[in-house]
């Protein structure tokens, strides 16, 4: 299948791992808005949070927790995105949520 983050997790393109587990993988967005800016993706591939069934959902958060932990974002906070289709602008068609922190996000969502 063409699609980069199944390259990514097939080892076939290089990424910056931060977090791996049997169902999920996180590593350093190539181009962060944020002093940390982590993706947390499921191993399998799905298009995006539509197609996201209980099992993978509790997955990625679990992920995203450990992520925030690691990262040391757990004391001052952090946010989750995750972008899904045309006007959420999504740009990569394999479900994955944003971790941003490290900063003063601003209040802006939209
Ligand atoms: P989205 O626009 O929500 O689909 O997010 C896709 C994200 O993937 C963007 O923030 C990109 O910077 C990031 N990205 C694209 N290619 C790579 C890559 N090779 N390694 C890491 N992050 C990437």
């Known amino acids: 299948m063409d699609c980069l983050f199944c390259k990514i997790i097939a080892g076939e393109i290089p990424s910056t791992k931060v977090y791996e587990d049997e169902h999920t993988l996180a590593f350093r967005d190539i181009n962060p808005q944020a002093p940390v800016h982590v993706l947390v ?4 591939h799905m298009a995006n949070l539509l197609e996201a069934d209980g099992e993978t959902a509790g997955a990625l958060l679990r ?13 001052d906070g952090f946010r989750v995105v995750s ?7 999504q740009s990569v068609e394999h479900l994955h949520i944003h971790v941003l ?3 003063q996000l601003t209040g ?3």
């Open 41 to 44: 993706l499921p191993k399998k």
């Open 83 to 89: 972008n899904c289709g045309k006007n959420g602008c």
């Open 63 to 75: 992920t995203v927790q450990q992520v925030a932990k690691q990262e040391g974002l757990a004391q």
């Open 108 to 110: 802006e969502m939209g």
């Open 101 to 103: 922190g490290g900063k």
